[in-house]
């Protein structure tokens, strides 16, 4: 009788203990604790950068410039006091210039240092006839960077967080400002 009642226990437990696992939409929005989350990436993200570039002074810019812009994305710095991947917002970014047709996209620091890193190992192994060719990288025109904060209101069981992302986009060879852009999110959570 007992390794019955224990069986029976074993399996109560492992049944009531079972993990569920659904597949959703990636567009699908959903808060499960009301922080900073992908859906607030992606339409902040969109948002600014059509922004950006549908703006008077930037196709104004592009206008004087006589061709697309190339663009470069920089440090969007997280000063929120939750941890946010801020490097997931800035692909988020560099996507939807580099989907726009109105701008160049040029690689970040990190992959630049990659490239040229390969590109002077094909130096010595790479058939000369195939070899990547150095002085030939696009210089960017404008970079864009920025700050996202957040300030806190909480009070017993509620909470109200906004949001503010800030974004700058600069022009390389004079550092004057062609656009800014602020967008914020305000969040009303209750337990």
């Not at 970014?93 to 040029?106: C, K, P, Q, R, T």
């Amino acid at each position: 009788m007992k390794p019955l009642i224990f069986l029976l226990l074993v399996l109560f437990i492992s049944g009531s203990c079972s993990r569920s696992v659904t597949r959703l939409d990636p567009s699908q929005s959903m808060d499960l604790s009301g922080r900073w989350n992908d859906t607030d990436s992606r339409q902040i993200a969109d948002k600014m950068i059509a922004n950006l570039l549908n703006s008077d002074k930037f196709k104004e810019y592009s206008k004087q410039l006589g061709r697309k812009p190339a663009i470069i994305v920089g440090v969007v710095r997280n000063k929120t006091s939750e941890h946010i991947d801020a490097d997931n917002y800035v692909k988020k970014m560099e996507l939807a210039i580099f989907n726009s047709g109105v701008a160049e996209l040029v690689e970040s620091d990190s992959f630049r240092d990659k490239l040229r890193a390969e590109r002077a190992q094909q130096a010595d192994f790479a058939d000369p006839a195939t070899m990547a060719k150095w002085g030939m990288e696009v210089g960017a025109n404008l970079m864009l960077f920025g700050e996202m904060t957040s300030e806190t209101d909480v009070y017993q069981k509620k909470r109200l967080v906004n949001y503010v992302t800030t974004l700058f986009l600069t022009d390389m060879e004079t550092n004057k400002r062609v656009w800014y852009g602020q967008e914020e999110i305000k969040k009303y959570v209750k337990n």
